[in-house]
């Protein structure tokens, strides 16, 4: 009668043990998620590289704000936006430095062709989009000079 009772106490040991463990895991894992989106808070962008913009007119077109989750940041849309409303960028690179700190890396776009035109210059640039005459002086052979904003 003891054996008996013995074999019935393992085995009812044993019956819920992989949902134990299948439960702490998911525990554990909803932990660390929770504390990825409390702690990893963007407090600082930084702009790095070569721009005809300013560091802060990159940052208002990114839209990255105070605050946001440096995990759910989709870093192909803030991509997509810069590209867009900031033509003379030819590269946008992200890195995210944990704690609170996302770093912009852009790089400025080389025109690829241009013309004089009426005293200007119009000028197309190396991702095949036609940046205009606005702000761009022709040196001969030399090719197109930005002047205005911060000019290369």
């Known amino acids: 009668m003891a054996a008996r009772r013995n074999r019935r106490g393992r085995r009812n040991r044993g019956r819920f043990g992989a949902l134990y463990k299948l439960l702490s895991a998911v525990l554990i894992?909803?932990?660390?998620?929770?504390?990825?989106?409390?702690?990893?808070?963007?407090n600082t962008v930084e702009v790095v590289g070569d721009s005809p913009y300013t560091a802060e007119e990159i940052i208002a077109v990114s839209g990255?704000?105070?605050?946001?989750?440096?995990?759910?940041?989709?870093?192909?849309?803030?991509?997509?936006?810069?590209?867009?409303?900031?033509?003379?960028?030819?590269?946008?690179?992200?890195?995210r430095r944990?704690?609170?700190?996302?770093?912009?890396?852009?790089?400025?776009?080389?025109?690829?062709?241009?013309?004089?035109?009426?005293?200007?210059?119009?000028?197309?640039?190396?991702?095949g989009g036609g940046w205009g005459g606005a702000g761009w002086r022709c040196r001969g052979k030399e090719g197109p000079v930005r002047g205005g904003r911060g000019g290369r």
């Open 29 to 42: 894992l909803a932990a660390i998620v929770l504390g990825c989106v409390v702690f990893f808070r963007v």
């Open 64 to 95: 990255v704000e105070q605050g946001d989750n440096l995990f759910a940041l989709n870093k192909y849309q803030i991509s997509s936006r810069i590209y867009t409303q900031l033509p003379y960028i030819d590269t946008v690179n992200f890195v």
């Open 98 to 127: 944990y704690p609170d700190t996302l770093v912009i890396h852009v790089t400025a776009g080389t025109p690829a062709a241009w013309f004089e035109s009426g005293g200007g210059c119009r000028v197309g640039g190396s991702r």
